[in-house]
C-alpha cells in the first residue's frame, strides 16, 4: 500500500504511449509496455464486488471485500514489479485502467493517475484509419466510435475528478505535442519526480537499457521512436463525414466539457514551441 505507482491511461489513441515513453526515458521510472491483463482482472474483481449473491457467498466463505482487495493489489502489484527492470518509481500504462481509479486509490493510496485527453474527433479517426481494434467499441463507423469514445472518457473523466486534483491530473495530449517542456515539467512536479532533461528526448532512449522498451506487436509504437512532433495533430480533418460534424455536440457533449470546439473546422490547438516547430515532418497548424 505504500508504493507510490505511476498510472498512465485514457480512451486508447490518446498519447498514452507518447506519455509513457517520455516517462520511461526518466532514469527513475520504468513504466513498459502495456500488461493487458490488469484491465480484464480489475473488471473481473468489480463484477464479483458488485453481485450481492457472489459477495455473500464468498463472506460465508470468510473471504471478505478487504481479502479480495488485498490479494488484487498483490496479484497487479506483482505483474508490475516483475515484467521489467527495477526502478525508484513504477509505472503502468493499461489505458483501460483508468476506469478504476476509486478502486485502484483504495490498494495503492500512494497512486497518481495521468489522464490523456484527446480531441476525439482525432482519437476515433486514429482508431478507423489504423483498424485498432477496442472491445465495446465500433469502430466500423464514425458516428459509433465517437459515441462510445464519449462514453469511455465520461467514465474516466468522472473517476478523475472523483479522486481529487492532488491524485488525478488530466493531461492534453495536444498540450504536450506543442508544449512538452512546460508540460513534462508540471507532470513531474505532480508526480514528485525530479526534473531530467531525457523526458524531452525520449526517441534517443528506444532500446537502451534503462530507457524505452517497445512491442512489436503494439501499433502504436510506430511513431516513438519519433521526437515530439504536431504531424498527428489534425490529420482527421477532411476524413468525418458531413451528416456526422453537423451533430458532433450531441454525439460527443464530452469534447466541449474537455474544453474542444465541436463546430472548429480544421481546430485551433495552439502554436507549438521553436523546438518542436523546427522538427522535421511537422504538420503546419491552422
Same mark, same amino acid.
Given at each position: 500500500?505504500?508504493?507510490?505507482?505511476?498510472? /498512465?491511461?485514457?480512451?486508447?489513441?490518446?498519447?498514452?504511449?507518447? !506519455?509513457r515513453? !517520455?516517462?520511461? $526515458?526518466?532514469?527513475?521510472?520504468?513504466? #513498459?509496455?502495456?500488461?493487458?491483463? /490488469?484491465?480484464? /482482472?480489475? +473488471?473481473?474483481?468489480?463484477a464479483?464486488?458488485?453481485?450481492?449473491?457472489?459477495?455473500?457467498?464468498?463472506?460465508e466463505?470468510?473471504?471478505?471485500?478487504?481479502?479480495?482487495?488485498?490479494?488484487?493489489?498483490?496479484?497487479i502489484?506483482?505483474?508490475i514489479?516483475?515484467?521489467?527492470?527495477?526502478?525508484?518509481?513504477?509505472?503502468?500504462?493499461?489505458?483501460?485502467?483508468?476506469?478504476?481509479?476509486?478502486?485502484?486509490?483504495?490498494?495503492?493510496?500512494?497512486?497518481?493517475?495521468?489522464? !490523456?485527453?484527446?480531441d +476525439?474527433?482525432?482519437?476515433?479517426?486514429? /482508431?478507423?484509419?489504423?483498424?485498432?481494434?477496442?472491445?465495446?467499441?465500433?469502430?466500423?463507423?464514425?458516428?459509433? $466510435?465517437?459515441?462510445?469514445?464519449?462514453?469511455?472518457?465520461?467514465?474516466?473523466?468522472?473517476?478523475?475528478?472523483a479522486? #481529487?486534483?492532488?491524485?488525478?491530473?488530466?493531461?492534453?495530449?495536444?498540450?504536450?505535442v506543442?508544449?512538452?517542456?512546460?508540460?513534462?515539467?508540471?507532470?513531474?512536479?505532480?508526480?514528485?519526480?525530479p526534473?531530467?532533461?531525457?523526458v524531452?528526448?525520449?526517441?534517443?532512449?528506444?532500446?537502451?537499457?534503462?530507457?524505452?522498451?517497445?512491442?512489436?506487436?503494439?501499433?502504436?509504437?510506430?511513431q516513438?521512436? &519519433?521526437?515530439?512532433?504536431?504531424?498527428?495533430?489534425?490529420?482527421?480533418?477532411?476524413?468525418?463525414?458531413?451528416?456526422? *460534424?453537423?451533430?458532433?455536440?450531441?454525439?460527443?457533449?464530452?469534447?466541449?466539457?474537455?474544453?474542444?470546439?465541436?463546430?472548429?473546422?480544421?481546430? &485551433?490547438y #495552439?502554436?507549438?514551441?521553436? *523546438?518542436?516547430?523546427?522538427?522535421?515532418?511537422?504538420?503546419?497548424?491552422s
Amino acid at each position: 500500500k505504500d508504493v507510490p505507482l505511476v498510472w /498512465i491511461g485514457g480512451v486508447p489513441r490518446s498519447g498514452t504511449t507518447l !506519455m509513457r515513453a !517520455m516517462l520511461d $526515458a526518466h532514469p527513475d521510472v520504468r513504466c #513498459g509496455e502495456e500488461t493487458r491483463v /490488469i484491465p480484464r /482482472i480489475l +473488471g473481473v474483481h468489480q463484477a464479483i464486488t458488485k453481485t450481492d449473491i457472489e459477495m455473500k457467498r464468498l463472506r460465508e466463505a470468510h473471504i471478505t471485500e478487504d481479502v479480495l482487495n488485498d490479494a488484487l493489489a498483490a496479484y497487479i502489484l506483482t505483474i508490475i514489479s516483475s515484467h521489467g527492470e527495477s526502478a525508484p518509481r513504477l509505472c503502468n500504462k493499461d489505458p483501460f485502467a483508468l476506469r478504476s481509479m476509486q478502486r485502484i486509490s483504495k490498494m495503492f493510496p500512494k497512486s497518481k493517475f495521468l489522464l !490523456m485527453l484527446r480531441d +476525439g474527433r482525432a482519437t476515433v479517426h486514429s /482508431i478507423i484509419s489504423r483498424k485498432v481494434s477496442i472491445k465495446g467499441f465500433d469502430v466500423t463507423s464514425y458516428r459509433g $466510435a465517437l459515441k462510445d469514445w464519449n462514453r469511455a472518457i465520461s467514465t474516466m473523466y468522472s473517476e478523475c475528478l472523483a479522486i #481529487g486534483a492532488s491524485v488525478c491530473l488530466p493531461i492534453h495530449y495536444e498540450q504536450l505535442v506543442l508544449h512538452p517542456k512546460t508540460q513534462m515539467i508540471k507532470i513531474l512536479s505532480f508526480l514528485d519526480i525530479p526534473w531530467s532533461d531525457t523526458v524531452l528526448h525520449h526517441e534517443q532512449m528506444v532500446g537502451r537499457n534503462g530507457g524505452v522498451s517497445l512491442s512489436k506487436y503494439k501499433l502504436s509504437t510506430d511513431q516513438v521512436d &519519433k521526437p515530439v512532433n504536431t504531424g498527428a495533430l489534425t490529420k482527421w480533418v477532411g476524413h468525418i463525414p458531413t451528416d456526422v *460534424r453537423e451533430e458532433m455536440s450531441k454525439l460527443a457533449p464530452m469534447l466541449a466539457n474537455l474544453g474542444y470546439d465541436p463546430s472548429a473546422y480544421p481546430p &485551433k490547438y #495552439g502554436t507549438p514551441d521553436e *523546438r518542436v516547430a523546427d522538427v522535421k515532418g511537422n504538420a503546419s497548424l491552422s
